[in-house]
């Protein structure tokens, strides 16, 4: 069954909810990230993914998180700072969020998308499509410019 996020509400980094339907007819990539991570330097290729295709329609929307291995520790202000001076990352970033354990959205509905379960690490990435519904996860390991990736980025796109 198609997990749909539409009707989710996550907190900007201004502490005003949002609905994720918001983004409806858009293709949207949701990523747990985190500044201490091995997987860190992963800012740089999804800030390209949002520059290579953000004028088609994609946006890059980032949860930072502290649930693995404390690697998020920073309040929302420094997790931006960092970002943007080290990356020049400037997709969205919202207020954290727990991806496991007793999870908040948007990972309460995401980890139901086949294969159903809790997100294993930082960067793992979901792929939305244009209509709201789940259509791929992403394992940590799996880099934004991975063609297995972009392919998927450019198949919802095209839908």
């Given amino acids: 069954m198609a997990v749909s996020i539409s009707n989710v509400t996550v907190r900007d980094a201004k502490g005003s909810e949002r609905k994720l339907g918001d983004w409806s007819g ?8 985190a500044s201490r991570c091995g997987f860190t330097r992963q800012y740089a290729g999804l800030q390209k993914l949002q520059e290579t295709y953000g004028p088609q329609g994609l ?16 309040t929302l202000s420094e997790i931006q700072q960092f970002c943007s001076t080290t990356y020049g990352a400037s997709f969205e970033l919202f207020e954290k969020v727990h991806a496991t354990g007793a999870k908040t959205e948007p990972y309460t509905t995401l980890t139901q998308t086949e294969p159903a379960g809790d997100v294993a690490w930082n960067f793992e990435k979901f792929l939305v499509g244009k ?9 940590s390991n799996i880099e934004p410019d991975s063609t297995e ?3 998927a980025i450019e198949t919802a796109l095209a839908a």
């Fill in 131 to 139: 209509d709201g519904t789940v259509v791929a996860r992403f394992k």
């Fill in 59 to 74: 946006a890059v929307l980032g949860f930072p998180c502290n649930d693995f291995g404390g690697q998020e520790p920073g």
């Fill in 149 to 151: 990736l972009t392919s």
């Fill in 26 to 33: 858009q293709v949207l990539l949701i990523v747990n990230v």
